[in-house]
C-alpha cells in the first residue's frame, strides 16, 4: 500500500467512517486545524495496510480527506482473496506477487504458487483459469509456513465441511472430484524453523478423515533445544514432539486408522528440479536436495549435503513467499528484497508519499502486524504535516482524476456500487447456506451495476 498526500487516485472516499471525537484524541485533532484545512490523502490498495492507514488519519486528523483508490471491482484485497474459506476469522495477507522457485521443471503443468491456487478457491478474478488438475494421488507443497498448511487443509478437507463456507462454488466442485489422497509439506531446514502457528498445527492433526506422517528421527534431540526458546515455540514443538513420538489414545489411534488421507511434513530438503512425466507433457514429481544446518538461532541456514531424493507427485504448490511489484516507474523499488526503500513509511528522497503494509517492511506478519505498521506511517504522515514538511498549496483532488478518467473512457466503482455487488453476492450465497456466493466475473459485476 502506498500513500500520497498531494495527488490523488480514486476508489472510494471515507470521510463517514471517521470515529467521533473523544477525548483522548481532540487536542491532537485541533493542533492541525490552524496549519492544514483539509488535507487530501490518497492511498493505493483497499488491504488490511490501506483501509487500517486510512483508518488511524481519520481518527487523528477531524478534517482529513482520505480516498482509497483499488485496482479490482470489489474492495478489501486479500482479506477477500487470501483468507482460506474455513478460517473467517483470519486475516493474514498479502503482495501481488509470489517468490519463484527458479528450478528447471518450474513451468511444467501441474505446477503453481500457493498464492494463485488460494486466488483460485477464493474467487480472485486473475485466477479463475487456473484449473489445476486434482486426479493424482500425492500432492508436494514447497514451503512450511501457515499459507502452506491452509493449502493442505483446503486440499484434504472433506468437501462436505466446505460447503456452507464462501469458497468459490467452481473451486468445490473441483474438490469433489479431486483423488488428492497424501499431501506432503516440505521445508528446507528443520522442525525449530518451521514457520506456521500452533493453531494451524492443531487443526491439521485433528482435521477429519486424515493422519499426520511425522517421523520421530526428524525430532532427536529437540526436546533439549527447545527448553530456553520463547514459550510460544516451545509449545508448537512440544505438540510435534507429541505427534510425533508418543503413542495416540485408543480414541485417537482409531480414528487415525480409518482416515483415508494423510499429510506428513519433510524436513532439510530443497527443491532442486520438478521431474516431467515420460511424455514430458506435466509435473511427475520433484528432485530434492537433502540439506544439513549450520549456524544458529536467526542466522541457522541449510546447506545441502550432495544427496537428493525423488519424491513422485502430480501437484507442486509453492509457498516460499510473496513478494510486492513496483508500483511505478516514478517510485523508487528495490527487486531484490521487494519493498520500497523507506525509513518508518517515509519513502526514501520522495516527500510527501508513504508506503505501508508488505511492499514497507517485505512479506512478513499476520494481521495484527500491518495494523501497528500501518498505524506507525499514519502517524509519520501527521507528524510531516504538522511540521509543515509536506507540499502546501490547494489540490485539485478526486476531481482531477475524475475528469483524467472520464477522458479515457474509465467510470470507477464505488463504494456504493459496491455494496450493491456485495448484497447481491449475500443473496446468492442465502439459497446455498452460505454467507455469500462470490462474483468472479467483472463483465459480469459491470452488468449488475448497469455499465
Request: glycine share 10%; charged share 25%.
Amino acid at each position: 500500500m502506498a500513500l500520497r498526500c498531494w495527488r490523488w487516485w480514486h476508489w472510494s472516499a471515507w470521510p463517514r467512517t471517521r470515529p467521533p471525537p473523544s477525548g483522548s484524541t481532540q487536542s491532537f485533532r485541533q493542533q492541525f486545524s490552524t496549519q492544514e484545512q483539509t488535507p487530501q490523502i490518497c492511498v493505493v490498495g483497499s488491504g488490511p495496510a490501506g483501509f487500517y492507514t486510512a483508518q488511524h488519519l481519520l481518527k487523528h486528523h477531524s478534517r482529513a480527506r482520505v480516498d482509497i483508490y483499488e485496482k479490482q471491482l470489489v474492495p478489501f484485497g486479500l482479506v477477500r482473496f487470501g483468507v482460506a474459506p474455513d478460517h473467517p476469522e483470519v486475516k493474514s495477507y498479502g503482495a501481488e506477487d509470489h517468490r519463484a522457485l527458479e528450478i528447471p521443471g518450474e513451468e511444467l503443468p501441474g505446477v503453481f504458487s500457493a498464492r494463485a491456487f488460494v486466488g483460485w478457491y477464493n474467487g480472485l478474478p486473475e485466477n479463475q483459469e487456473l484449473a489445476p488438475d486434482l486426479s493424482c494421488d500425492t500432492a508436494v507443497i514447497l514451503g512450511q509456513g501457515n499459507v502452506a498448511l491452509d493449502v493442505a487443509r483446503i486440499l484434504l478437507t472433506p468437501p462436505e465441511h466446505l460447503e456452507k463456507t464462501d469458497i468459490t462454488e467452481a473451486a468445490l466442485g473441483a474438490l469433489r472430484q479431486s483423488r488428492v489422497k497424501t499431501v506432503w509439506i516440505v521445508g528446507r531446514r528443520g522442525p525449530l524453523q518451521v514457520a506456521f502457528t500452533i493453531k494451524e498445527l492443531r487443526e491439521m492433526i485433528q482435521l477429519p478423515g486424515t493422519r499426520p506422517i511425522l517421523d520421530p528421527a526428524d525430532f532427536l534431540g529437540l526436546q533439549d533445544r527447545i527448553k530456553e526458546v520463547p514459550r510460544p515455540r516451545k509449545r508448537l514443538m512440544e505438540l510435534l514432539l507429541r505427534t510425533a513420538t508418543e503413542k495416540p489414545g485408543a480414541e485417537e489411534a482409531a480414528r487415525r486408522a480409518s482416515a483415508s488421507r494423510a499429510w506428513g511434513l519433510r524436513f532439510s530438503r530443497s527443491p532442486q528440479q520438478v521431474l516431467p512425466s515420460a511424455d514430458g507433457r506435466r509435473a511427475a514429481g520433484i528432485r530434492l536436495a537433502v540439506t544439513r544446518l549450520e549456524g544458529v538461532g536467526e542466522a541457522t541456514r541449510a546447506v545441502p549435503t550432495g544427496d537428493v531424493e525423488d519424491l513422485p507427485c502430480g501437484l507442486v504448490l509453492s509457498s516460499i513467499g510473496y513478494k510486492s511489484r513496483p508500483i511505478d516507474p516514478s517510485v523508487p523499488f528495490d527487486l531484490k528484497l521487494g519493498v520500497i526503500p523507506n525509513t518508518e513509511g517515509r519513502v526514501v528522497d520522495m516527500p510527501g508519499l508513504y508506503c505501508s503494509g508488505w511492499v514497507k517492511r517485505g512479506p512478513t506478519g499476520v494481521i495484527t502486524t500491518t495494523m501497528t505498521d500501518s498505524f506507525l506511517t499514519g502517524q509519520m504522515l501527521l507528524q510531516d504535516l504538522k511540521a509543515g514538511l509536506l507540499p502546501s498549496g490547494p489540490r485539485p483532488g478526486y476531481a482531477a482524476i475524475k475528469a483524467l478518467l472520464s477522458s479515457r473512457g474509465v467510470w470507477p466503482i464505488s463504494f456504493s456500487d459496491w455494496e450493491k455487488l456485495d448484497a447481491e453476492e449475500v443473496s446468492r450465497g442465502q439459497g446455498a447456506g452460505k454467507p455469500r456466493e462470490k462474483l468472479l466475473d467483472p463483465q459480469e459485476m459491470l452488468r449488475l451495476l448497469g455499465r
